[in-house]
């Protein structure tokens, strides 16, 4: 496992991945309220902000978009993903090679989602080590998405199901898991302790008010995680910048709340 302090997609050590996969995941519903959303260009812009670690999408995005920005923002090729049109069990194609990410697309690291818990756990589980030992050779840090979910998990938020994802990050070869938020600093703390060396990223969610967002980040930092990976939460908002500058405070300097909320606040 590569020191992830020394990974050209952190900072500090720390983390804010803007998740941008969205228009394959869940289609056009994602980009309300702010129509302007939907253009990549406009989220490449945002990611330019100086908290963003990297920023995560898929390789058609990747082609069109990238070379435009890759003085400015590093790249998180997303290798798999599948529409929400889809109706069965969780599962996720893969469409994109590591070798392509690097080679063609310019990727400073590579995102993968696994379902533990789904019927097509061990095909998923067999995909990702073709990604993981592949990103290896390339020197590429291996950021999971891990969600468990399937028939037998009656609470995907829970602590220990959240903590049993993060272990399976540590276990199966990531530097860096993103999971849900299992509702407190405490049960953060078990996940966090759960995935060792392994960099533990809460996944942004659904939009929320400026106040609840922060104050669940900031029980992740002080829980041990590394930061974050978001999407909503910053382009559905008119104002992506100002959440980015509080996020800014609250992941890097690990300010309260409040003081990221005045420090992000409109100058007179």
Same mark, same amino acid.
């Given at each position: 496992?590569?020191?992830?302090?020394?990974?050209?997609?952190?900072?500090? +050590?720390?983390?804010?991945?803007?998740?941008?996969?969205? +228009?394959?995941?869940?289609?056009?519903?994602?980009? #309300?309220?702010?129509?302007?959303?939907?253009?990549?260009?406009? &989220?490449? #812009?945002? *990611?330019?902000?100086?908290? &963003?670690?990297?920023?995560?999408?898929?390789? +058609?995005?990747? !082609?069109?978009?990238?070379?435009?920005?890759?003085?400015?923002?590093?790249?998180?090729?997303?290798? %798999? +993903?599948?529409? %929400?049109?889809?109706?069965?069990?969780?599962?996720?194609?893969?469409?994109?090679?590591?070798?392509?990410?690097?080679?063609?697309?310019?990727?400073?690291? /590579?995102?993968?989602?696994?379902?533990?818990?789904?019927?097509?756990?061990? $095909?998923?589980?067999?995909?990702?080590?073709?990604?993981?030992?592949?990103?290896?050779?390339?020197?590429?840090?291996?950021?999971?998405?891990?969600?468990?979910?399937?028939?037998?998990?009656? %609470?995907?938020?829970? !602590? $220990?199901?959240? *903590?049993?994802?993060?272990?399976?990050?540590?276990?199966?070869?990531?530097?860096? *898991?993103? &999971?849900?938020?299992?509702?407190?600093?405490?049960?953060?703390?078990? /996940?966090?302790?759960?995935?060792?060396?392994?960099?533990?990223?809460?996944?942004?969610?659904?939009?929320?008010?400026?106040?609840?967002?922060?104050?669940?980040?900031?029980?992740?930092?002080?829980?041990?995680?590394?930061?974050?990976? /978001?999407?909503? %939460? &910053?382009?559905?908002?008119?104002?992506?910048?100002?959440?980015?500058?509080?996020?800014?405070?609250?992941?890097?300097? $690990?300010?309260? /709340? #409040?003081?990221?909320?005045?420090?992000?606040?409109?100058?007179?």
């Amino acid at each position: 496992m590569r020191p992830i302090a020394d990974a050209p997609v952190t900072r500090d +050590g720390k983390v804010l991945v803007l998740a941008y996969d969205h +228009g394959i995941e869940h289609g056009p519903v994602d980009f #309300d309220p702010q129509p302007e959303s939907a253009d990549p260009e406009h &989220v490449f #812009d945002v *990611a330019t902000h100086p908290a &963003v670690t990297s920023l995560a999408v898929g390789k +058609g995005v990747a !082609e069109a978009y990238y070379p435009s920005y890759e003085d400015d923002v590093s790249l998180l090729a997303k290798l %798999n +993903g599948t529409s %929400n049109l889809w109706m069965g069990e969780p599962d996720s194609a893969v469409n994109c090679s590591v070798e392509y990410a690097a080679e063609e697309l310019g990727a400073e690291a /590579v995102g993968f989602t696994v379902y533990p818990g789904v019927n097509g756990e061990v $095909e998923m589980f067999e995909e990702f080590r073709e990604v993981q030992e592949k990103a290896r050779e390339y020197d590429l840090p291996v950021v999971m998405w891990s969600y468990a979910r399937g028939q037998a998990v009656k %609470n995907d938020t829970g !602590e $220990e199901t959240i *903590a049993y994802a993060a272990r399976l990050g540590l276990e199966l070869g990531a530097d860096i *898991a993103k &999971v849900k938020y299992p509702g407190s600093q405490e049960a953060m703390e078990t /996940v966090t302790r759960m995935a060792g060396p392994t960099k533990v990223l809460m996944s942004g969610g659904s939009k929320t008010s400026d106040r609840e967002f922060l104050e669940s980040v900031k029980s992740v930092i002080d829980a041990g995680g590394a930061g974050l990976a /978001v999407g909503r %939460n &910053v382009w559905q908002r008119e104002n992506p910048r100002r959440i980015l500058d509080a996020l800014e405070e609250v992941i890097y300097e $690990e300010a309260s /709340v #409040d003081e990221a909320l005045d420090a992000a606040a409109p100058k007179p």
